[in-house]
């Protein structure tokens, strides 16, 4: 074999990641647009490509995307302003083209990436019910022994992917999501600020009780504090400023 010989200065394939964000729509309870929140797809983004890692981008429906508003670290909210990763992302222009333009999640091939990784924003809980593809390509890629990741309000999946015995993937494992804490956080934010009476919620359903109610053991690291665990090829994070730690489960389950 030749010294020049490209499988010898490069005997490793470059692993390959599925990242899964949400299309656009609007909130069933408060009215509002919802989508994807940015630093759960770019905090993780950055993660695997400094880890060598290849990375696609995909939805459900595919198409362009948005993000919550309050992600955006440009948002008049100021809520996600310190968050310099994201920034950068979205003044990269051939990033922001791939956000534009996500393949459908039914293209997927499983064989040809090595984990999925759903993010959230506040759209999975009103659209991962009816994305049966996200299901199904979920349940695969855990099925595979690949590893399957969800992050915060994207471990909506988790209450609908069932393996092959058409049980959930979830139960009887240790996983985590967007915490009651943080729901809690979150609907006396609005209420206080008067954007909706206090008998109505920002979320129709939540993450821990329904992970819980499936037979998932659900843990959390506290109100806002990055957290992820993996059981296996299975790794959830806990909410929005959990990407690295979740990226970091995923590469260790995969090794660089």
């Not at 964000?21 to 770019?42: C, D, K, M, Q, R």
């Not at 979830?170 to 609907?187: H, I, M, P, Q, S």
Request: hydrophobic residues 45%; glycine residues 10%.
């Amino acid at each position: 074999m030749s010294l020049r010989d490209p499988n010898v200065v490069n005997a490793k394939a470059k692993k390959r990641i599925a990242i899964v964000i949400a299309n656009p729509a609007v909130s069933t309870t408060t009215g509002w647009p919802v989508g994807f929140w940015w630093s759960e797809l770019t905090h993780p983004y950055l993660t695997f490509t400094e880890a060598g890692y290849e990375v696609e981008l995909f939805s459900p429906n595919g198409g362009r995307c948005e993000a919550d508003g309050m992600s955006d670290p440009n948002d008049a909210s100021g809520y996600s302003k310190t968050d310099l990763i994201s920034q950068g992302f979205i003044h990269t222009p051939e990033l922001m083209a791939r956000v534009a333009d996500t393949r459908r999640v039914a293209e997927i091939e499983v064989a040809a990436f090595d984990a999925i990784v759903v993010a959230g924003g506040q759209a999975p809980m009103f659209t991962f019910e009816q994305a049966t593809d996200l299901h199904a390509t979920f349940a695969a890629f855990f099925e595979a022994g690949k590893v399957a990741a969800a992050l915060c309000h994207g471990s909506a999946i988790l209450a609908y992917a069932k393996d092959s015995r058409g049980e959930y993937i979830a139960k009887g494992r240790t996983v985590t999501g967007f915490a009651n804490v943080e729901e809690d956080f979150a609907d006396n934010a609005v209420w206080s600020y008067g954007m909706l009476p206090r008998d109505q919620h920002v979320m129709p359903w939540r993450i821990e009780d329904r992970l819980k109610a499936l037979g998932a053991n659900y843990v959390q690291g506290g109100l806002w504090r990055g957290f992820a665990v993996r059981d296996g090829n299975l790794v959830t994070g806990q909410q929005n400023f959990s990407g690295q730690e979740t990226a970091a489960l995923v590469i260790e389950a995969l090794g660089r």
